[in-house]
């Protein structure tokens, strides 16, 4: 039988997942030949990491999993039970030994005097295994666990100044709050009469339990108008008043109409959550309304003064992270994502049979010359830039060493034809600013080089960003106008990622509470883990750094779309982000690293470098990334768009699309790139029978979120 062949243009996370869909069993194995085609060295996209010649592990940003990565939990599980032994045995044996539970997730918090702290919040975990399937909950179980969720975090948590506890055991069980999770959850039958008594029942004591908590806790906090922003007393606060909206709005705009969520994308988050009585100053500056954007990078040209993300979406995402999380609402790799799942994932696709062209940037994707100009038609040609000759046989990106797959942060250069005088030269072939010539021109055909494609091209790349160049979908666009609004109406956004290494521990950087992933902390560099963890994989002499930290958020700039003529972008980038930084640690550090200060802004000496820089100087012994480069921004699912964004399935017959600017029902995410691939591959296939959460904010409450 002769085999289908399948090109997938882009080894980010959705080409590598389409590719492993296609290729999973014997049987797909036998009817598909696949040929993976890639830009530069290296495979991940977002998720990529590489080591230095340090052996640091340097990586595009925090990459944190949620509980209900489902479908990453399930590949991740799957490679590593098909993985062979080998000699000196794998660093990482087991799925679990290569992410850990992390449940600790301090909210970044700012008082009225514009002063930074970290109100602590330590999730619940469950037995469920994430990756194991089985059905959602309810939508109206979904509410009910926020409510329970509420009633922890407002009658439940010890501050250093609270005086709930005694409000706890004068009122748990038997609180209002309980009974109103108690009634939506009694709810099982949607088409029950007298639903919407339920739902405002359900409102009024949600209601009453607020209007106890604020007048039993009247020493603490006493009016909307009075709390003290930031102040971790206005947390309960804030959390009863997006609680109360929220149910409001799900129960009478999805619940009582049978909507889905994606019905309210038309309205941003805030706006949706203004119009079901949510105070105005909570939504404007409550940490809590705050969470998802930072979390999601939903912010306009990287802007935080630019928060905008659809409400349909952004609701349908909260409940999944609430309320379908499994183990750990949040979990944390232990080494770089080359070596957690890239690296495995790449061994396993090369023993399933699929082919690696490294070094191929795709400059144009063309319908046939057949077809008349405006029509629709199969895509006939793909032109290929080949950025660089291999010296001898195929190229090899990875080595094992420590028991790992191990990816370089730069090409193995003396794999590569002149790859001494390249490297003198600073290549950087991942850039869209590279400025060295490709060593040839390729072009794919179809009916000889492939029948089917899957782009999974990052959609920066797709787009036309400035007048002066085309997008190397150009022909497409102008064929369909679905395909032009999806590249055109879905915005990119650029973002930062620092790592820093630090002679001291955390908690003699000044840290008193449990290991941190923070959110929402000062911006730019908002969100922030203690990824200590990650030095155990890294071979570092001794003295050895003490601690390690990562930091990232987006970065508001336009160089995102500066002509690839202009080959200083990355330089500027990088040099604003560096200025940005040293203004960060000068200046907000303190929130979070009080002891690392020394009077006059940080203490320089606290980082750590191989020689005797001092000062200032120590930061660049650091790791400082600017991702403005087209492929390496996150997209905006800002109000309005959805509408705009493409399934996998094009209305060109042979073209398939995959990755996280898709419609694959989340915002951008590690786990939406995981689905669209697996969606792609079903698109081609058949399989995955079933990706779980692809369809979730599509589905209305009657049809169930299993």
């Known amino acids: 039988m002769t085999k289908r062949k399948i090109a997938i243009l882009g080894g980010g996370m959705a080409g590598l997942s389409a590719a492993y869909q296609l290729s999973r069993t014997p049987q797909l194995r036998d009817a598909y030949d696949i040929t993976l085609y890639q830009m530069g060295w290296r495979l991940g996209g977002k998720g990529a990491s590489g080591r230095d010649a340090q052996g640091r592990n340097l990586e595009h940003g925090l990459h944190v999993w949620f509980g209900f990565y489902e479908n990453t939990f399930k590949l991740l599980q799957e490679l590593y ?111 029950e009469t007298g ?15 607020h209007q106890g908590f604020l007048r039993d806790a009247a020493e603490e906090l006493t009016t909307a108008s009075a709390h003290s922003e930031g102040d971790y007393r206005s947390v309960p606060h804030d959390l009863f008043n997006i609680f109360k909206a929220t149910s409001k709005g799900i129960l009478f705009d999805l619940i009582l109409k049978n909507k889905p969520f994606l019905s309210l994308d038309n309205m941003e988050f805030r706006e949706w959550l203004l119009a079901h009585g949510a105070d105005a100053d909570v939504v404007e500056k409550s940490t809590i309304v705050r969470l998802l954007y930072d979390t999601a990078f939903q912010y306009e040209d990287g802007d935080a003064a630019k928060p905008n993300v659809a409400a349909g979406t952004a609701l349908g995402t909260i409940m999944r992270i609430i309320a379908t999380y499994k183990g750990s609402c949040l979990w944390e790799v232990q080494a770089g994502m080359g070596e957690v799942i890239v690296g495995p994932l790449y061994e396993q696709l090369v023993t399933n049979g699929v082919k690696f062209e490294f070094f191929s940037k795709v400059a144009e994707l063309k319908v046939s010359e057949n077809t008349a100009p405006g029509a629709i038609g199969p895509v006939d040609t793909v032109s290929i830039d080949v950025q660089a000759e291999i010296a001898s046989g195929s190229y090899q990106p990875t080595q094992r060493k420590d028991g790992m797959v191990i990816w370089p942060s730069q090409p193995h250069w003396d794999q590569l034809t002149d790859g001494a005088a390249l490297q003198s030269q600073g290549v950087n072939f991942e850039s869209h600013w590279c400025d060295k010539a490709p060593v040839g021109k390729r072009e794919l055909k179809r009916g000889e080089d492939f029948d089917d494609i899957v782009l999974a091209i990052a959609l920066g790349a797709l787009k036309q960003l400035n007048p002066q160049e085309p997008s190397m979908c150009a022909d497409l666009a102008a064929r369909d106008a679905a395909f032009a609004n999806w590249i055109g109406n879905i915005p990119i956004v650029p973002s930062l990622n620092v790592q820093i290494w630090s002679n001291r521990t955390t908690q003699q950087l000044g840290w008193s509470q449990l ?192």
């Open 81 to 191: 039970e098909e993985r062979p032994p080998i000699k000196g045995g794998w660093a990482m044996p087991h799925w679990h030994d290569a992410v850990k539970p992390q449940n600790f997730t301090p909210l970044g918090m700012k008082n009225a005097a514009g002063e930074w702290s970290y109100w602590p919040l330590t999730w619940a975990t469950n037995d469920a295994v994430p990756g194991s399937g089985g059905l959602f909950p309810s939508l109206l179980e979904m509410l009910s666990m926020m409510a329970d969720w509420v009633r922890l975090i407002a009658f439940g948590h010890e501050g250093p100044h609270s005086k709930n506890a005694a409000l706890l055991d004068a009122m748990h069980p038997h609180d209002a709050l309980a009974a109103a999770a108690q009634k939506l959850r009694a709810v099982t039958d949607f088409a």
């Open 195 to 209: 639903l919407e008594d339920i739902a405002h029942d359900a409102l009024h004591l949600i209601d009453h339990a």
């Open 515 to 706: 290991k941190p992933a923070c959110v929402s902390g000062p911006e730019y560099m908002n969100i922030w883990a203690d990824m200590s963890q990650v030095l155990a994989f890294e071979p570092w002499p001794e003295p050895a750094p003490k601690s390690l930290h990562y930091f990232t958020g987006t970065f508001p700039t336009s160089l995102c779309n500066a002509p690839s003529s202009q080959s200083d972008a990355p330089a500027q980038g990088l040099s604003a982000l560096r200025s940005r930084t040293v203004d960060w640690l000068n200046t907000r550090s303190y929130a979070a690293w009080p002891d690392a200060q020394n009077g006059g802004g940080f203490d320089w000496s606290v980082l750590y470098v191989p020689d005797d820089a001092e000062g200032e100087q120590r930061l660049d012994h650091q790791y400082l990334r600017i991702n403005i480069d087209p492929t390496e921004c996150t997209t905006l699912s800002g109000a309005g768009m959805t509408q705009y964004r493409l399934h996998s399935k094009t209305a060109f017959p042979n073209l398939y699309l995959a990755g996280e600017g898709t419609a694959m029902g989340l915002v951008t995410s590690f786990e939406g790139a995981i689905m669209s691939g697996a969606a792609a591959a079903r698109a081609i296939c058949g399989e995955p029978a079933e990706i779980i959460g692809y369809d979730f904010l599509e589905r209305k409450p009657s049809q169930g979120f299993g």
